[in-house]
Nanobody
Framework: QVQLVESGGGLVQPGGSLRLSCAAS????????MSWYRQAPGKERELVAT????????NYANSMKGRTTISRDNAKNTVYLQMNSLKPEDTAVYYC?????????????WGQGTQVTVSS
């Protein structure tokens, strides 16, 4: 059974930091690219960051560059998102996604999300 379980969200003051984790099980983690997305109330889900299968390549949304680091530990089947200098506009539900090209189509697995609230 495929599972992606996010953790580490919560309430943080502006300027603070959070480290999100996403623990994966039920599939070959190291063969999937991993991403973090977020969705704020009333807005579409947007990509935050992506890391390649073995972690050699990363990409970030412009809004998160310089404040965010995505990393993965394939031995622990876990992907992380370190967020610093958080702003109120970073408030959203953060989701992790596992994706790979398989049988001529993209296969995506999603977690249930973790709430991040940035507020004083």
């Amino acid at each position: 059974q495929v599972q992606l379980v996010e953790s580490g969200g919560g309430l943080v003051q502006p300027g603070g930091s959070l480290r999100l984790s996403c623990a994966a099980s039920g599939f070959t983690f190291s063969s999937f690219a991993m991403s973090w997305y977020r969705q704020a109330p009333g807005k579409e889900r947007e990509l935050v960051a992506t890391i390649s299968e073995i972690g050699g390549s990363t990409n970030y949304a412009n809004s998160m560059k310089g404040r965010t680091t995505i990393s993965r530990d394939n031995a622990k089947n876990t992907v992380y998102l370190q967020m610093n200098s958080l702003k109120p506009e970073d408030t959203a539900v953060y989701y992790c996604d596992a994706r790979r090209w398989e049988r001529n189509k993209w296969v995506d697995y999603w977690g249930q999300g973790t709430q991040v609230t940035v507020s004083s």
